[in-house]
């Protein structure tokens, strides 16, 4: 019985001013926002009554998004930072208050991810060609080198790109342009990492045309703020510049930030209850009295820039570079045969799995989860004691008839999940300004990136080999066959450092050329830019999976697509101090190969209908840049339509590992932006931020779903009702209050305040839909706990800061700096998680959302020295 | 002031290597000694299943206490009919194995079940040893060890063979001519798609039937039930007052020869090989396009059964003076084809088997044209009664005609009287 009519849209509680051409004063919009929608379908706080637990690996495989983020160290950290280090980079009120205080928090600048912000090392784009977003990870630890990245947020005229509907980041590493000395720090701390070193030495630009940059840190700790992870993380930065004539300078830049760094996974609140800490961490277990992780991260992916700068007449510059990465890139995590699953907090193991059915056993296992560490975290040692027991013959080892191999086979292993990058980017850009105050900007790129993706044993726990099989393809399957990762060598048995499991490259190339018009008149400056990028991806499969074996091995047919995109915008001076600023862009960008495959680990499938997404961007701004006060008020609406979500999880009502897929996924952000920096007197200076928005999906997308192991469709055309759902993992509103005094001595001290609300659980699309609604009357309960979005409680911080110069001999600088994050200790402020994607339609509470809390009160001092 | 910039570089060029050096390692874990199972005071599966009393028996790893039973298993979840739960069996007796958890233990591993904290009780009938935990109670010995199936009539499935206490529940076994009952045609073994286990029933030509129960979950579950006659092969178990046949490996069905009443086509074979597995003890033996019959005397070649062995046999009855034919089906020749059976013999008096090829016979033993196969050896005085004694490998293009082509077949003629009374037996004939 078809009645998607009985499901209507959730409200939205629209505010008035989306539209992107606007002309309407702050303070009627800032009505709107308060005007919120109290009605039945208005999304409930659901919050945190659910709880119970989970399994799917899913998420645990989408890398991003699934660790802690911590405020002051972003780059600390390895995903979640695509924009907030951008934000930190800043010197916009706003957007350095919005970088260091609502980061810890996730917030994101207008409520978009870092696929939509363009990231630039020395003028060359540095954003994945697979993914979308620039990883800061790959500078981590180079804080002294990037510290004074050029940034601006949302749509503007860049001397460098087209630039994202987010906005633009460039960090000039040439050798010349960092300020001569040297910098020695210490810090210490007990957030991710309890020590970091830091040296860095410029020599500026010297009397021989050489100028050259050295910086290097360490970063480290045993355990840092959640259980069981710790972190390792050296770094090191060279850049070079030669001044060979007035017209001519060459420079040569490399570094890296080899990194191993132990993990937080996120858990479920019963978990969570059950040790009594929300940092519970189901990632590690005790091994010979120490704790071992089991998500280990191993990075080191070093990038080099050779860079022609050249500049014939003083009006016009024209810099080219080459720029060239490599290296690995792996996480390790738990994988197992026919063997019980592994993880700590398998749903299976917590005791609300046999609350109802057998309720001893839920208090036995209570009490265990309690006060046992080889329940609640990995037990190591009997992984290692299954394995040293499990003989087994395979036969026609690697596919050679009668070779047989008996010994003792894992059934637990460590793997190295791999993403290996190799990337070369080719970039020129010409830039002339004319004599009427017109200033032409031309530039092209061509990029091509390979992600070598495979897994390698990393330690098989006391086993003597890993036999290397599907075992989800077996069950399905009656072909003794299905279950070979790669016909080409069946029955391959696997040791220490041996590829297995999948084994396939993604690539991609782009081309893009843009230009951009700026022009200056007396009381108004505008601009004009246009960009047209071709785009190609496709799969390179080097196994023949058994199930797929026409559709697995060698390369996959093109994808292939042509974006095009045009920008404009102006600021209008009412005074030397006011300015009216507005922006806008419209276009289209390219599916990314990330999210277009369906399976890519066993075959080349994409989603259905595969097209650009199209986009529109506009905000229209208030500055001030009086002497006493600075600030600017935004508005902003962005609109973005065609887009593509995928993801591959256990369905329960199919009984399968499904691939869903969705296109026609439409999104919509709109919200202002509030930043003001008012001193007060001499010594006093306040700060005051707010972002308030509303970032909802804007569509019904059309799902598609695909049983993994056979790529048959399960369903196709299946309507997602997700008009209105917000998107989650976000704060959708935040508001920092910050009060500094500067004494006179060269000392300061600080406190702020920063709230948080309107967080959000991201939807599960499935659950918005007809067919998992089934036979549900809309009276029963249980069509709202399928419906309702969970919203998260608001909450607040409180941070300290103290800060103190001296100086010796006119010569040397000693500065110290303290924070205290967190003061007042609020370890109740959820900033994270998703809803679960494994649901049961009339179990919802079976797999409830998984979640991970902001930090508690933490320290972090540190010792400057330069000269 | 170069000259101070570049002391400066020489130091600090040596940092990024120490960082190099100092972060791109990784810990290493060591192996942890691993820990054992112990082992203590063994019992056979036949004596576990007896200390059964009416009441659960929960092993306990008290000094001196039974705990532990080797094993080896018979039927493992790898094609997905059995979840949770494996067969295994030892020279006494076999028993169904509830695991914990599933997977980890495979058809042929030879296991050592450490019993504490594991549970023998019955489940409607069927013995088992609960809470097995393949990790933490057992112990692969070896690998790849092959049960013999026992080969069984469907009419011996009753309560005091395989029901609860019966020495051969949840055995591995197998029956020779059986077919799906007719009622059944058209279905699956069970709902692949609603993944509902099924039952089905398997009969002989003798109208007993017993049931085939198989799981939605299994690989073969969407496969349609075979249409034909043949061996079976599957584990013997029980559920409150039946046995229920569970399919190991769907390999090990191969219903494809004619139903029961059809009539066998006959067309002349290549090669043959016949165990006499499904005859019946006493009873004149009637396989398929084989021709039993007598030129004298009132009684042929009949089935003798001891213990698990099955064969062919020829004794007089009350001394009448006989002559029996066992006659193969129709052979086609080719010239490297050999001959080859065993046979035995009890309480020696005269040799009364010989050994005949016929490229003539046409079903009536007297108007055909016989050959004697000489070369072949055949229990004699010297062997001992009951043992069996192979025959040799036999040439066959030595005793047929030169530049024979065409088709023959070989009989066993047995003659016996009241003064030349030895029985004579014959199994595993091959021609090939």
């Given at each position: ?867 | ?68 039973v080797y094993a080896v298993v018979t039927a493992d979840e790898q094609n997905g009919n059995l979840y949770k739960n ?31 904290g594991t549970v023998l009780s019955p489940y409607n009938g069927l013995m088992q040893i609960d809470s097995v935990s ?8 070896a690998t790849g060890v092959s049960v013999a199936p026992r080969t069984t009539l469907i009419n011996e499935l009753t ?274």
């Open positions: 019985m078809q009645r998607p009519y009985t499901m209507p849209d959730r409200r939205s509680g629209r505010p008035a001013f989306l539209l992107p051409v606007l002309a309407l004063a702050l303070l009627s919009s800032l009505h709107a926002f308060a005007q919120q929608d109290t009605s039945r379908s208005a999304i409930r706080d659901s919050s945190l009554l659910r709880t119970l637990p989970d399994t799917t690996t899913t998420q645990q495989d989408i890398r991003a998004g699934s660790y802690s983020v911590e405020a002051s160290d972003l780059d600390a950290d390895i995903a979640g930072q695509d924009v907030s280090g951008i934000l930190r980079s800043s010197r916009d009120v706003f957007n350095a208050t919005a970088g260091f205080n609502f980061g810890a928090a996730r917030f994101r600048v207008r409520g978009l991810g870092g696929e939509y912000s363009t990231v630039s090392l020395n003028g060359v784009p540095m954003n994945d060609l697979e993914t979308g977003y620039a990883s800061w990870s790959l500078w981590g630890g180079l804080n002294d080198v990037t510290r004074w990245a050029e940034t601006h947020t949302g749509v503007s005229a860049s001397p460098y790109n087209f630039g994202g509907i987010s906005g633009w980041t460039n960090i000039e590493m040439r050798a010349s342009q960092l300020r001569r000395g040297t910098r020695l720090s210490y810090a210490f701390s007990d957030r991710t990492y309890s020590n970091r070193a830091m040296a860095t030495y410029n020599t500026g630009l010297m009397a021989n045309g050489w100028a050259f940059s050295l910086s290097g840190s360490m970063r480290w700790s045993n355990e840092g703020y959640v259980p069981g992870t710790f972190y390792s993380m050296g770094a090191y930065f060279l850049s070079a510049e030669k001044k060979i004539n007035a017209k001519h300078s060459i420079g040569f830049t490399g570094f890296a930030a080899p990194s191993v760094s132990g993990r937080a996974g996120l858990a479920v609140a019963e978990a969570q209850t059950l040790t009594g800490s929300h940092y519970y961490n189901p990632s590690w277990g005790w091994q010979d009295g120490k704790r071992r992780n089991a998500n280990v991260s191993n990075d080191n992916k070093p990038v080099f820039i050779l860079s022609h700068y050249f500049k014939p007449d003083e009006r016009t510059s024209w810099n080219t570079s080459v720029l060239y990465t490599f290296g690995r890139d792996g996480y390790t995590a738990l994988n197992w045969y026919d063997a019980p699953d592994p993880r700590p907090d398998y749903y299976r193991y917590l005791p609300s799995y046999y609350s109802d059915s057998y309720p001893s056993i839920a208090a036995q296992l209570a009490n265990a989860w309690q006060n046992d560490p080889n329940t609640s975290q990995i037990n190591w040692g009997q992984l290692y004691f299954a394995n040293g027991k499990n003989l087994y013959t395979v036969q026609n080892v690697d596919g050679v008839q009668g070779s047989t191999i008996t010994g003792m086979r894992s059934r637990y292993i460590v793997e190295d999940r791999r993403a290996d990058p190799t990337m070369i980017t080719a970039n020129t850009v010409w830039r002339r300004t004319l004599k009427d105050q017109l200033t032409l900007t031309l530039g092209g790129s061509f990029q091509s990136q390979k992600t070598h993706y495979f897994k390698v044993i990393d330690d098989l726990l006391g086993g003597d080999y890993w036999l290397d099989l599907d075992q989800f393809a077996s069950r399905d399957s009656d072909n003794p066959n299905a279950a070979q990762n790669n016909l080409e060598e069946p029955n391959h048995v696997v040791r220490k450092g041996d590829t297995f499991g999948y084994d396939y490259d993604i690539r991609v190339r782009e081309a893009n050329l843009f230009g951009q018009v700026e022009k200056k008149w007396r009381k108004f400056e505008g601009y004009f830019g246009a960009s047209l990028t071709s785009s190609t991806f496709w799969r390179d499969g080097h196994f023949r999976k058994a199930l797929f074996p026409e559709t697995s091995y060698g390369d996959s047919p093109k994808q292939s697509f042509m974006p095009a995109a045009v920008k404009a915008g102006g600021v209008y001076k009412l005074s030397g101090r006011e300015y009216i600023t507005a922006n806008a862009a419209y276009g289209a960008t390219a599916p990314t190969a990330r999210l277009a495959y369906l399976s890519p680990r066993t075959r080349q499938a994409v989603i259905p209908d595969l097209a650009t997404e199209k986009f529109l961007s506009g905000d229209i701004g208030y500055e001030v840049r009086m002497p006493r006060v600075k600030g600017r008020a935004t508005l902003y609406y962005i609109n973005t339509t065609d887009g593509i979500w995928s993801r591959s999880f256990y369905h329960d009502v199919y009984r399968t590992y499904v691939n869903y897929a969705m296109t026609g996924v439409a999104r919509q952000s709109s919200g202002v932006e509030l930043g003001a920096e008012v001193k007060l007197s001499p010594t006093w200076q306040l700060t005051a931020v707010y972002a308030d928005g509303q970032s909802i999906y804007n569509s019904r997308p059309t799902a598609t779903i695909t049983r993994d192991n056979s790529d048959t469709a399960l369903a196709t055309n299946r309507t997602v009702y997700w008009k209105n759902y917000r998107i989650g993992g976000m704060p959708q509103r935040a508001a920092s209050l910050g009060l500094r005094y500067n004494a006179p001595k060269y000392w300061s001290l600080g406190a702020d305040v920063n709230y948080f609300g309107n967080i959000y659980l991201d939807p599960n699309p499935d659950r918005r839909t007809v067919e998992a609604l089934g036979n549900l009357v809309e009276e029963d309960p249980q069509w709202n706990d399928l419906l309702e979005q969970t919203k998260l409680k608001d909450g607040y911080v409180v941070n300290l800061f103290f800060t103190k110069t001296w100086r010796l001999k006119r010569k040397y600088r000693i500065g110290l700096n303290l924070t205290v994050n967190n003061l007042l200790d609020n370890t109740d402020l959820i900033t994270g998680g998703y809803e679960q994607l494994r649901y049961v339609p009339k179990e919802i509470d079976k797999f409830p959302p998984k979640l991970s809390y902001m930090y508690g009160r933490t320290f972090f001092a540190m010792l400057t020295l330069s000269f | 002031m170069l000259r101070t910039h570049c002391n400066h570089l020489k130091a600090l060029l040596a940092l990024p290597l120490l960082l190099v050096l100092a972060t791109g390692c990784k810990k290493e874990f060591d192996t942890p000694p691993v820990r054992s199972i112990p082992q203590g005071s063994v019992v056979t599966i036949a004596q576990l299943k007896a200390m059964y009393q009416g009441l659960p028996v929960h092993f306990s790893d008290t000094a001196g206490a039974v705990n532990t494996i067969y295994v069996q030892d020279h006494t007796g076999a028993i169904a194995v509830r695991l914990l958890a599933s997977g980890g233990l495979y058809q042929g591993d030879s296991i050592r079940i450490y019993l504490p393949a990790d933490n109670n057992v112990v692969k010995q309560a005091a063979n395989f029901g609860l206490g019966g020495p051969l529940q949840s055995m591995l076994v197998k029956f020779n001519d059986v077919e799906f009952a007719a009622s059944d045609t058209g279905l699956t073994y069970a709902n692949a798609v609603t993944q509902q286990t099924m039952n089905r029933t398997l009969e002989n030509c003798g109208g007993n039937t017993a049931v085939v129960r198989s799981s939605g979950y299994a690989n073969f579950a969407g496969q349609h039930l075979p249409t034909g006659k043949g061996p079976f092969t599957g584990i013997a178990s029980w559920f409150g007052s039946a046995a229920q046949l569970y399919i190991r490996d769907i390999n090990e069905v191969q219903l494809t020869g004619p139903r029961c009443g059809a009539t066998p086509s006959c067309a002349p074979v290549a090669s043959l090989s016949e165990d006499f597995s499904s005859v019946v003890g006493g009873q004149a033996i009637a396989l398929d396009c084989w021709k039993n019959t007598y030129t004298q005397g009132s009684v042929a070649w009949r089935g003798n059964v001891t213990g698990n062995d099955r064969s062919a046999e020829a004794r007089l009855s009350l001394g009448q003076a006989s002559t029996m034919w066992l006659v193969t089906p129709q052979l086609i020749f080719s010239p490297s084809l050999h001959l080859s059976f065993s046979s035995a013999k009890v309480n020696w008096v005269s040799n009364g088997l010989t050994v005949w090829v016929s490229t003539n016979f046409t079903g009536d033993v007297a108007s055909a044209t016989w050959t004697q196969v000489n070369g072949a050896t055949i229990a004699g005085q010297a062997d001992a009664d009951n043992t069996w004694v192979p025959s040799g490998s036999i040439a066959l293009s030595g005793i047929l005609p030169s530049g024979f082509s065409g088709n023959f077949v070989v009989a066993f003629k047995y003659q016996g009287d009241a003064a030349n009374s030895t029985t004579f037996r014959i199994d595993n004939v091959q021609v090939n």
